[in-house]
C-alpha cells in the first residue's frame, strides 16, 4: 500500500458523539497535516507535526484533538463538535520542507 | 495575515483554447509554490511546483514565477474537458507550513 491512507472515509456523528479520524503515509515522510476544507472557502491549516513533535497549532479548538505516535501515523480526535464543523478534513505529509505535499482522500465528516 | 488570493471563478474556456489561471501570495519570503488539482469530492493532487522566477513547463502546463510581482500562474495549453476542476494555487510560508488559496474553478467546453 503507498501514499496516504485515511479512514473513515465518510462519519456522520452527533453533536455528543466522539469519534477518531485515522490518517497513515507509507511515503516516509516525516511531517505530517491536518487540513479542514469547507465549502467556498481556502483549505484551513490546522495542525502540522514534524518528526512526531507538534509544530502548529493553527487556533484549532479544543473539541479536535490530535495525536501523532510516530511518523506514519496521525489521528484526529473528535467530540462534542458543532454543526459548521461539518467539512472535508484532509490529511498530508511532506518529505522535506519546501517539498510538495501529499493528501489523503479526505474523510467527510457531517455534524448532526 | 499570511494570504494567497485567487480568482474563484468560474473561469470557462473552449475545448482546445489556453486556460490561464492566477494567484498572488503576501509573504515576500515565500520560496516555494505549488498547483494543485482537486476534482469534486476528490482531494487535491499536486500539477506543478516552481521554485525559481521564470516559466517551468511539464506537458500541457506551465507555472509562471515573478517574486518581485508576488504572483504565480497556471497556463494551461490545449484544454481538455478532464482538465475541468478547482486549480489550488498553494505557498509555503516556512516552518513546514503551506497556505493555499480558495481556489479557481475552471470550465472547458466541449
Known amino acids: 500500500e503507498t501514499g496516504v491512507t485515511q479512514t473513515p472515509r465518510h462519519l456522520v456523528m452527533g453533536m455528543t458523539n466522539k469519534k477518531s479520524l485515522k490518517c497513515e503515509q507509507h511515503l516516509g515522510h516525516n511531517a505530517m497535516y491536518w487540513y479542514k476544507q469547507s465549502a467556498k472557502k481556502p483549505l484551513e491549516l490546522m495542525f502540522v507535526y514534524n518528526f512526531k513533535e507538534q509544530t502548529e497549532n493553527n487556533s484549532v479548538p479544543s473539541r479536535f484533538s490530535p495525536e501523532c505516535p510516530n511518523s506514519s501515523h496521525l489521528f484526529l480526535h473528535l467530540h462534542t463538535l458543532q454543526p459548521e464543523d461539518s467539512a472535508l478534513y484532509l490529511c498530508?505529509?511532506?518529505?522535506?520542507?519546501?517539498?510538495?505535499?501529499?493528501f489523503g482522500q479526505g474523510t467527510r465528516l457531517t455534524v448532526v | 495575515q499570511k494570504e494567497v488570493e485567487q480568482n474563484s471563478g468560474p473561469l470557462s474556456v473552449p475545448e482546445g483554447a489556453i486556460a490561464s489561471l492566477n494567484c498572488t501570495y503576501s509573504d515576500r519570503g515565500s520560496q516555494s509554490f505549488f498547483w494543485y488539482r482537486q476534482y469534486s469530492g476528490k482531494s487535491p493532487e499536486l500539477i506543478m511546483s516552481?521554485?525559481?522566477?521564470g516559466d517551468k513547463e511539464d506537458g500541457r502546463f506551465t507555472a509562471q514565477l515573478n517574486k518581485a510581482s508576488q504572483y504565480v500562474s497556471l497556463l494551461i495549453r490545449d484544454s481538455q474537458p478532464s482538465d475541468s476542476a478547482t486549480y489550488l494555487c498553494a505557498a509555503d510560508t516556512g516552518g513546514f507550513k503551506t497556505i493555499f488559496g480558495a481556489g479557481t474553478r475552471l470550465f472547458v467546453k466541449a
Open positions: 516552481i521554485y525559481s522566477n
Open positions: 498530508a505529509s511532506r518529505g522535506q520542507e519546501g517539498a510538495e505535499a501529499f
